[in-house]
């Protein structure tokens, strides 16, 4: 077998969703082998519109192309999905649309499923922090009682008005055991709307708090979408490639290699694998630098 970058990495790279350059009629199993070829090795499956037309023979393909190609899977889970929803009736459907994507997951071998958790609706947020993190504790219940082994991942949102900073992700992952983070460092840096959080000591202050807030349990098993991002004064507008944005990457790379944290990184730039292969250079190219440092 060739000797691929990522086993020599404590990150493994991919994409969140099929790569543009897979095979249009392959599906995500194709996209699984595609990922491989690319000498990337993580894809997360794309269901953001829900998961009614993945039945369990589609589950199947993607697990054997996930195990034959040595790539990990994550699941991105619907957009209609609100911890906060107003009604019992809305939380209730949108409960039942996680679990499903867990289930689904699970079965299709992946081992995380990430989902936004919802906005504020003009509630205090501590309010409605309390209510998303009850919520998210039956949800976990639920998954562990039908024995569906992933990881819940709420991911760090780009906009004020939505739940998803990372002290909010931080302290439902230190109450709910199968629960940590997706950090999308792009949605940190477009959230305060200001250009901040865009340095190495800021890239690098928040994995301290990671580190600090879930010990090796969140820095040794990271989750991490990752992008250029436009951005105004309410935060998010849309992704970007990296080469037209204004996120330092290769800072945030150096400060990632820096803080001795393991996991995956996502690429969310519209141009996909191109952007998580330079991102796995950048990270590969730091982390040399490290070591020769340490040693020299
Ligand atoms: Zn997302």
């Known amino acids: 077998m060739s000797k691929a970058i990522h086993t020599d990495l404590p990150f493994r790279f991919g994409t969140v969703g099929t790569p543009l350059s897979a095979p249009k009629t392959g599906g995500s199993a194709g996209g699984v082998a595609r990922i ?11 269901w953001v519109r829900g998961t009614t037309n993945i039945g369990d023979e589609v589950c199947a ?3 054997l192309a996930s195990e034959t190609n040595h790539v990990a899977l994550s699941v991105h889970a619907t957009y209609f999905f609100n911890l906060n929803a107003a009604t019992d009736e809305m939380w209730q459907a949108g409960r039942e649309r996680l679990l499903q994507a867990a289930r689904l997951g ?3 071998g992946a081992t995380d499923i990430i989902f936004h958790p919802g906005s504020y609706m003009k509630l205090a947020p501590s309010v409605a922090f309390a209510i998303a ?3 998210l504790a039956g949800i976990a219940d639920q998954l562990i009682k039908e024995k569906i082994n992933v990881t819940l991942r709420p991911e760090t949102m780009g906009k004020g008005a939505l739940l998803g900073t990372l002290e909010e992700c931080i302290a439902w992952s230190q109450s709910i055991e199968t629960v940590l983070p997706c950090v999308d460092f792009a949605h940190l840096h477009a959230r305060p709307g200001d250009g901040s959080f865009n340095s190495y000591a800021e890239f690098s202050a928040a994995l301290a708090l990671i580190a600090n807030g879930l010990g090796n349990r969140g820095l040794k098993n990271m989750h991490i979408h990752f992008s250029g991002i436009a951005y105004g004064p309410k935060g998010e507008k849309n992704h ?3 080469e037209e944005a204004d996120i330092k990457y290769k800072e945030f790379f150096k400060a990632l290699a820096d803080c001795g944290a393991s996991g995956r990184v996502l690429s969310e730039t519209p141009n996909m694998e191109e952007g998580a292969i330079v991102m796995q250079n950048s990270f590969a190219q730091s982390l040399r630098k490290a070591r020769a440092q340490h040693s020299g």
Not at 36 to 46: C, F, K
């Open 61 to 63: 393909r993607i697990k």
């Open 36 to 46: 491989r070829e690319l000498n990337l090795s993580a894809l997360e499956l794309a």
């Open 106 to 108: 699970f079965k299709a």
């Open 240 to 242: 970007l490639v990296l």
């Open 133 to 135: 993190r009850d919520r």
